[in-house]
């Protein structure tokens, strides 16, 4: 008799777990873990241990992964980038490089949400830290090394100039995360976002204040669209 496929989703009460994301998107599930208890996340990753299927989370809190580490479930923690990434399996690897930038050092955690991210779903990743334009020499002395990425994702807050200004200096597409950094107004990050939402520079694409993760996964897109037409 043929085995029937495993179901592609399950229900655990307070969560339906989506295990066909991969096929459908090429990208595989991740999880917020954002709002929900030490307990729910083990039970979370528990359930994609027992299919084998990598799992990433993201907005995790120190509590979380302690309970994970509590109940001998394998998992890396990242206090910086506030993720947890399953210890099992592995997604598909990425063809190309994506370069992450921050204006600042404040806007590192969002940045390397982004890292995490672009090298979970199988990319490769240089790191342009504290390259903001109001020091711009920074920016310029590692111009010809962010020329080398594919795709550049670019975080930054106060007044968000940054990603309009490597637009203007590289082909890649340029992934614009608008950070909550900044003084008064600008400390939302809706300075930055607006700013970037009118950036006079061409190949700018914005995301959502503080929004590495979904920064990375655009650029994760990117590169998977360029494999397949090589």
Known sequence: MKKSAPPPAKDI?????DFDR????????????QGKTPEQMVAIFRAFRERRMP??????TPEQADALAAAGVPAKHDPVARSIESGWGRNRRLKGRVAVLTGGTADIPVAEEAVRTVEFFGGMVDRFFDVGVAGLH???????EIRKADAVIAVAGMEGALPGVVAGLVSAPVVAVPSSVGYGFGAGGFAAALA??????????VVNIDNGFGAAVVACRILASAGRRN
């Open 138 to 144: 920074r920016l310029l002395s590692k111009t010809e």
């Open 13 to 17: 009460g307070f969560a339906k777990l």
């Open 196 to 205: 970037m939402l009118n950036s006079c520079a061409e190949g700018v694409s």
């Open 22 to 33: 991969l096929s459908r998107t090429g990208f595989g599930e991740t999880v917020f873990g």
């Open 55 to 60: 799992v990433l989370a993201t907005r995790c």
